[in-house]
């Protein structure tokens, strides 16, 4: 019986990509490929890692090409015109393509997004949406498996892009025993819990601007719609166009972000109850205001202060 291949899967050095997420996934994938070697009984490699640094890249077809992230802004695509002709080309002959946070900028180039589904970090998903707007960007989803794209969206999100490959090219058992071997989670699927709101405050609009600095005042905790167009002094339809043109989002939209935003804040650096942070945060019922939560972050309160409260070092 002839031995099949090892899948090939290459990093793409572009400048200024991480060295530690490069390193690390050469890394992960020599623990899969050990792993994969014990429960298949194989002496040959079942994957080979390969970094490439030149444009045009060699000439070969890989199973996977993975972007990695980047600490000093998102690579220049216009730099790289070589490397992405070859990644556009190698998927059209099967290649699966990834890409980590700010490398999804560098795949997008490419044109293979355009249509379909993916991710980055969620301070950076309006700047991706601005620049390929046919791309469906989903900032909540820390991973997004399109089948043969995958993008997965923070710096450090690279293990969890790492075993989602490994799992799909030498099963769930392997990519489990890797978890485990290197006491590491299973891939997250779930950017919400991390992600803070950032509202837009540069569309230039004074009325809009001054409701929305209102809106972090005390007196405008719970605050309602009616009352936000009675304070902009603008008639009711005006408002609310004027508000989403501005934002993104409507008014109710917003004054639920700043109030789970607070929430998060009381949940993380206090030990009140949670009927007090939900009336601290302009809920009277704290079971709408669990359920809002909830749907914002993807967490429980309780959950989200076991994960994320901040505690004293002495």
């Given at each position: 019986?002839t031995?099949?291949?090892?899948?090939e899967?290459?990093?793409?050095a572009?400048?200024?990509?991480?060295?530690?997420?490069?390193?690390?996934?050469?890394?992960?994938?020599?623990?899969?490929?050990?792993?994969?070697?014990?429960?298949?009984?194989?002496?040959?490699?079942?994957?080979?890692?390969?970094?490439?640094?030149?444009?045009?890249?060699?000439?070969?077809?890989?199973?996977?090409?993975?972007?990695?992230?980047?600490?000093?802004?998102?690579?220049?695509?216009?730099?790289?015109?070589?490397?992405?002709?070859?990644?556009?080309?190698?998927?059209?002959?099967?290649?699966?393509?990834?890409?980590?946070?700010?490398?999804?900028?560098?795949?997008?180039?490419?044109?293979?997004?355009?249509?379909?589904?993916?991710?980055?970090?969620?301070?950076?998903?309006?700047?991706?949406?601005?620049?390929?707007?046919?791309?469906?960007?989903?900032?909540?989803?820390?991973?997004?498996?399109?089948?043969?794209?995958?993008?997965?969206?923070?710096?450090?999100?690279?293990?969890?892009?790492?075993?989602?490959?490994?799992?799909?090219?030498?099963?769930?058992?392997?990519?489990?025993?890797?978890?485990?071997?290197?006491?590491?989670?299973?891939?997250?699927?779930?950017?919400?819990?991390?992600?803070?709101?950032?509202?837009?405050?540069?569309?230039?609009?004074?009325?809009?601007?001054?409701?929305?600095?209102?809106l972090?005042?005390?007196?405008?905790?719970?605050?309602?719609?009616?009352?936000?167009?009675?304070?902009?002094g603008?008639?009711?339809?005006?408002?609310?166009?004027?508000?989403?043109k501005?934002?993104?989002?409507?008014?109710?939209?917003?004054?639920?972000?700043?109030?789970?935003?607070?929430?998060?804040?009381l949940?993380?650096?206090?030990?009140?109850?949670?009927?007090?942070?939900?009336?601290?945060?302009?809920?009277?019922?704290?079971?709408?205001?669990?359920?809002?939560?909830?749907?914002?972050?993807?967490?429980?309160?309780?959950?989200?202060?076991?994960?994320?409260?901040?505690?004293?070092?002495?």
């Amino acid at each position: 019986m002839t031995t099949p291949e090892p899948h090939e899967i290459v990093l793409v050095a572009y400048p200024g990509a991480q060295q530690a997420a490069l390193h690390g996934m050469e890394d992960l994938f020599a623990v899969a490929d050990e792993q994969a070697r014990t429960h298949l009984d194989r002496n040959g490699p079942l994957l080979r890692v390969t970094t490439i640094t030149e444009d045009p890249p060699p000439a070969t077809t890989p199973s996977v090409i993975i972007v990695p992230p980047t600490l000093t802004g998102s690579p220049a695509p216009e730099t790289m015109t070589g490397l992405l002709a070859w990644m556009r080309t190698c998927h059209e002959r099967g290649t699966i393509l990834a890409a980590v946070c700010a490398g999804t900028f560098l795949l997008a180039a490419t044109g293979v997004l355009d249509g379909r589904a993916a991710t980055t970090h969620w301070r950076s998903a309006e700047r991706l949406r601005a620049l390929h707007p046919t791309i469906r960007v989903d900032p909540d989803r820390l991973l997004v498996d399109d089948g043969d794209i995958l993008t997965v969206a923070g710096v450090m999100s690279w293990p969890d892009l790492g075993l989602r490959l490994i799992e799909k090219l030498l099963g769930p058992m392997v990519m489990a025993e890797t978890a485990r071997d290197l006491l590491i989670d299973p891939p997250r699927r779930d950017q919400r819990h991390y992600r803070q709101f950032a509202p837009v405050l540069t569309h230039g609009d004074r009325a809009i601007l001054t409701i929305q600095h209102w809106l972090r005042t005390d007196a405008a905790r719970e605050a309602r719609v009616a009352e936000m167009v009675r304070v902009s002094g603008l008639e009711e339809r005006t408002f609310l166009r004027r508000f989403r043109k501005a934002t993104g989002i409507s008014p109710r939209e917003y004054a639920q972000h700043l109030r789970v935003e607070r929430a998060r804040d009381l949940l993380e650096t206090t030990v009140l109850p949670l009927e007090r942070i939900a009336w601290e945060a302009g809920y009277q019922d704290t079971g709408a205001f669990k359920k809002l939560f909830f749907r914002l972050t993807g967490l429980s309160p309780a959950e989200y202060r076991e994960r994320f409260t901040v505690r004293p070092t002495f």
